[in-house]
């Protein structure tokens, strides 16, 4: 049996499924699954009637174009207008897709400008929607901000009128997508859902005295909401404190519950490759470690950047 209605999109749910064939159950079950995701079940914009949405979002480097190309694909996405305001939403296959790097714009699966994306520029990557259909864009422009034609979000080429923000990556080096790692090699990006892991982790080596800092900005964008990490660390600090040793587990953004002091007679701290999701407030982009008393004779230590949260 086709589907209610074959070819026309339902204007009560502004849904268009990208489904050749349903019976009336399947149908309505895919109607049960959009309820629950504009009811917050979906991997971006929870809570009632988000202005965008995308479910189970999945995207990796393209084979044979790391560099400059990401593959997209996700189970459901509620796209909005940034004119006229409302959303729509699309499922099916026409969601896998290719997004672009290399390519001037505003065109689909490429830039939404004609001028080169640069190292240190920290890139969206969207879904747009329109006349012209399913198609993706890449921009400097997050999805809150005002673009060069007065709206938010990307420049829309030509035949699109909606945009649903998917993703965010740095651009690190010589402006790519799989960049060099300052131990040697290279890495590429694996999103899913909401959160970016690299496939080999950048270790960042601390610096500085009589603190020592670790600067994540290169790795880790200013949109994110959590850096994840490995920590190793051995700091050894003369001053004295009130904590065994002088040395106290503390940064700028907060304790590390399982730094432990060692050994318990003398004065260093260290830790061993624990993990951890830290908050970044503010666009907070550094950790920085310190003494009780302000001093740090000597210290060694890495973090290894798994990835972020956005």
Not at 180 to 190: A, C, K, M, R
Not at 231 to 247: K, N, R, T, Y
Not at 260 to 286: E, H, K, N, R, V
Request: charged share 5%; hydrophobic share 40%.
């Amino acid at each position: 049996m086709s589907k209610p209605f074959p070819g026309v999109d339902v204007p009560l749910a502004n849904i268009q499924t990208g489904l050749m064939s349903q019976t009336w159950l399947e149908y309505f079950q895919d109607l049960a699954k959009i309820v629950g995701l504009i009811s917050g079940s979906s991997s971006r914009g929870p809570g009632l009637g988000p202005a965008w949405s995308i479910a189970n979002l999945r995207a990796d480097n393209t084979p044979s174009f790391e560099s400059v190309a990401m593959n997209m694909t996700a189970d459901y996405v509620i796209f909005y207008n940034p004119v006229s305001g409302p959303t729509y939403t699309v499922i099916g296959s026409s969601l896998i897709k290719t997004a672009g790097i290399s390519s001037a714009g505003p065109s689909s699966g490429g830039r939404d400008q004609a001028a080169a994306f640069a190292s240190g520029n920290v890139v969206w990557f969207y879904y747009i929607y329109g006349a012209s259909g399913v198609g993706t864009i890449t921009s400097l422009t997050g999805p809150t901000a005002v673009n060069g034609g007065g709206t938010t979000g990307p420049v829309l080429p030509t035949g699109y009128s909606y945009y649903s923000p998917a993703f965010v990556l740095p651009l690190v080096g010589s402006a790519t997508l799989n960049p060099t790692i300052p131990q040697g090699g290279s890495t590429q990006f694996q999103i899913r859902g909401n959160t970016v892991s690299y496939a080999n982790i950048p270790e960042i080596i601390g610096a500085g005295f009589p603190t020592m800092n670790f600067n994540l900005s290169t790795w880790v964008p200013a949109a994110a909401q959590l850096a994840n990490i490995m920590l190793d660390v051995e700091i050894h600090s003369s001053g004295a404190g009130a904590v065994l040793g002088g040395a106290v587990p503390s940064t700028s953004l907060g304790n590390f519950g399982n730094v432990s002091l060692y050994p318990p007679i003398a004065s260093s701290w260290y830790a061993q490759d624990p993990t951890y999701s830290l908050p970044l407030p503010g666009g907070l982009m550094s950790i920085t470690f310190l003494s009780s008393a302000g001093v740090i004779d000597n210290a060694i230590g890495e973090v290894w950047i798994r990835g972020y949260t956005f």
